[in-house]
């Protein structure tokens, strides 16, 4: 007589029967609900960074890696300007007219342009205080941008360029080597933690933030909740929340099966479904949210890059990329 194996609820959306898509990876299940694919002893994982830190712990690997991704951070950097309209196009236009409201309808066009399958979380019309003034920090940057953290931040390539672009940037990185790196590329009255998520809060300068950013973070956390409900508390009022992290509903993993790389439960404890990562934003208390899936990978040149660019967007259509890339902005009191 054999015992039927009794999985956890989906730490999501509560919802029970997940299934397992894959016999070689027995502790990984799936909500057939929300689509979360997740650890089924997720509330058992100790010590989340421990697997994180040794994956990161050769700086040779690290560093030769780092050396690729400059068109990688360009794309994301681009992504976050053209959302929160800290280009210099955008802060010359909300300087020449200070009661137009320039910047929030920027985000709010980028939102509608991300408008894809599902419903999606309504609007709020007052967001006035994504935009605040950054603290004057001197030096040659133009005024006028944001604070920004980011969690994770690993060798600071995005930090270095976000800086440069004239936010006033703040780092969080667990890693030793990844954080040795970071401190050494940036300049120094940019604050970088080595501390995890949870160790940072005491430490942090900058708070609350006008846009905190999570790049291939959500998925090194058993509990799908910690990290948007910390950015959450940290954010200011209508700040912006940037996420990235693979998506379960990719053509990669239809295609790979359990050969996807992604799935490597002993590092990756969740992987999000569209629908899911649209559920935590909204019970994490961010109002307004909007999710593309994205295609390409960190170590692309320019040319991959821009050969693929085309197929992101067709499998964008139809949530079918490689990555999720949630852009959501924190609800006011
Ligand atoms: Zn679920």
Known sequence: MTTPIQHPRCPVCEGGDANVPYPGLPDLVECPACGLLFRSDWREIAAPNAAYEEANSSPDRLLAEESRRGPYYAEISRRILTVSGSSPAAGARRDSCASDPVIPRCAENHFSALEGPG?????????????APAPT?????????????????????LLTRLHAQGWTVEGIEPSGPLHA??????????RVHPCALEEAEPRLVHRPY???VALDVIEHLPDPFVLPTTAAEWL???????LQTPNARSIRRR????????LAPEEHFLIHSPRSLRLVLELCGFKSARIETVGGGAVDGPLRRALMRPV??????????????AVAIKDRP
């Open 137 to 157: 920090a001197g030096g040659s940057r133009s005024p006028g941008h944001g604070t920004l953290l980011e969690i994770g931040c690993g060798a600071g390539g």
């Open 236 to 242: 200011a009022p209508g700040g912006l929340l940037f």
């Open 312 to 325: 992101g967007r067709l499998l964008s259509l139809c949530d079918l990329g490689n990555a999720l890339w």
């Open 181 to 190: 790196h970071a401190r050494a590329r940036l300049p120094a009255e940019v």
């Open 255 to 262: 295609l790979q099966g359990a050969r996807w790389e992604q």
């Open 210 to 212: 006008q846009a905190v």
């Open 119 to 131: 419903t999606p979380i309504p609007m709020d019309p007052a967001r006035e205080g994504i935009h």
